[in-house]
């Protein structure tokens, strides 16, 4: 899968997935500094899922209704980065296909999805 990880992602989590093999831009290498609107702009315009800890971005592409390919939000300890990894890791392998055109809610017990507008459901990104 490709990702834009926002900065407030830890390193152990970007290495981690990319370990797995998935393509993930990294805000801090690459953006460090950069506002939430940029980084959704580039997460839209490369076609990346993104993936945050900042709840920020559900106002944006919630409430504003900005788009995106896809919002991954992790509402996990913020220091747990192997606790992170491990749940992610299971979310991608469990249902991957529907991270495209949601807003995803993961924390260490569930999982919530909401369909984000003008996006299609099942769209791989």
Do not use: W
């Amino acid at each position: 899968m490709r990702f834009l990880a926002d900065e407030c992602c830890d390193g152990p989590l970007v290495i981690g997935l990319r370990a797995d093999g998935h393509d993930v831009l990294y805000a801090a290498e690459s953006m460090r500094g950069a506002d939430d609107q940029a980084i959704l702009q580039r997460a839209n315009a490369d076609g990346r899922l993104l993936l945050t800890e900042d709840k920020d971005f559900g106002q944006l592409v919630v409430r504003v209704s900005l788009p995106a390919p896809g919002v991954v939000l992790l509402r996990m300890a913020p220091e747990d980065s192997i606790a992170k990894l491990s749940r992610l890791r299971e979310v991608i392998t469990k249902h991957g296909l529907l991270l495209a055109g949601s807003f995803v809610i993961v924390d260490t017990a569930k999982v919530r999805f909401r369909p984000l507008t003008g996006i299609p459901p099942h769209a791989p990104p």
